[in-house]
Every structure is written in C-alpha cells, then in structure tokens.
C-alpha cells in the first residue's frame, strides 16, 4: 500500500472515530455514568476511601471469594535422589539431576547408556 493510501486510510478512520466520540459525548446515559464516577470518587477522597474499603464494607466475603477464584500454585514435586556407582572404581554418586560434574565425566568417559545402567536407586 502506498504512504498516500495509507495516510487517506487512516484520515478517514480517524474522522469516524470522531463522528463515534461526538455521538457518545451527546449521549445522556454516558453523561449520568460521568457524572456519578466524578461524585463517588470525591465522596471516597472527602472520607480518605479507596475502592476496596467499599467493597469491603459492602461485601466483607469479597476477598475470600477472590482468593477462592484464584489458581493455586502448583507444587513441583521433589527431585528423586539417582545413586551411581562406578563397577570400576567404587566410587558412589548421589544426585538430583544430570548437572553433575563427575557423572558428566563418566558420561562422557563411557557413555550415557553405561553410566544409567550403574544406577542403583
């Protein structure tokens, strides 16, 4: 699309959004709602309020049920001690995960396979 398009494309969407705003502004219901957010939030300033004290006078069972809503967070299970043990030298390894150093050595000394079939636990 060329600039000249896209600007015409965009003067023209921009010149309905205008038309929309000026029908909202005439519009006696948005009027109410403007008119009653404006008084509600200078009767919450007068008093020192924030939205959550209404709501927590209001309804005080708000907050358990908005916690209730919310996804528990999942628990990951515990990573299961691997013991190793080297048929050549005796030697014992305990760990969680494949990030250790000596057990990376023997990997690589005499592969994967190898090494999981030394695994006792």
Request: hydrophobic share 35%; aromatic share 6%; no cysteine.
């Amino acid at each position: 699309m060329s600039r000249l398009a896209e600007f015409r494309q965009l003067g023209k969407h921009l010149a309905e959004q205008l038309a929309a705003l000026e029908a909202m502004k005439g519009d006696e219901g948005l009027k109410k709602e403007v008119e009653f957010e404006t008084k509600l939030r200078a009767l919450l300033a007068e008093y020192g309020y924030s939205l959550r004290n209404v709501i927590a006078l209001l309804d005080p069972q708000a907050a358990s049920r908005a916690s209730t809503t919310a996804a528990p967070k999942s628990v990951r299970k515990a990573r299961d001690v691997k013991i190793y043990q080297n048929p050549n030298s005796g030697e014992l390894i305990e760990t969680k995960g494949g990030n250790h150093r000596q057990l990376k050595e023997w990997k690589t000394e005499f592969g994967a396979d190898i090494v999981e079939s030394w695994r006792t636990q």
